[in-house]
């Protein structure tokens, strides 16, 4: 189960190698369409700053974490294992089932419903 089709570079390279290996395939992708919390945003600067200037342990970092950023853009890795890989066009051919999991916690279960939708799915 996926929440989109855009990936990990890392997970996009498992499946790489499970559609190149002579004994796996994926069959069927499962698409989480329930609703998605959206990122949250950013405080202000000022706000941001204050809470740096304010914070002991986050101001005795402030420089290191200037140096990190400044460091990570100027010498940015091009195999990074966390950048988003759209895998849309490597699950092209993968019939892809949306369905809207019952979260209780940290738990998400299909309703039966979904379940014989994903059973059907084998023989699609």
Same mark, same amino acid.
């Given at each position: ?46 706000? *941001? ?8 342990? *986050? ?13 990570? *853009? ?34 998400? *279960? ?15």
């Amino acid at each position: 189960m996926m929440d989109s089709l855009t990936l990990p570079a890392w997970a996009a390279t498992i499946v790489d190698h499970i559609q190149q290996s002579n004994f796996a395939r994926i069959e069927s992708v499962i698409l989480n369409a329930g609703e998605q919390p959206p990122p949250a945003k950013p405080a202000p600067l000022p706000i *941001r700053l204050w809470r740096i200037l304010w914070d002991k342990r *986050r101001r005795s970092q402030l420089l290191y974490s200037l140096y990190f950023k400044w460091d990570a *853009r100027r010498c940015a890795i091009p195999n990074e294992p966390v950048r988003a890989v759209d895998c849309s066009g490597k699950l092209a051919d993968c019939p892809i089932i949306s369905v809207v999991p019952i979260a209780k916690g940290f738990t998400h *279960r299909f309703s039966p419903d979904d379940l014989e939708i994903v059973r059907l799915s084998k023989f699609i």
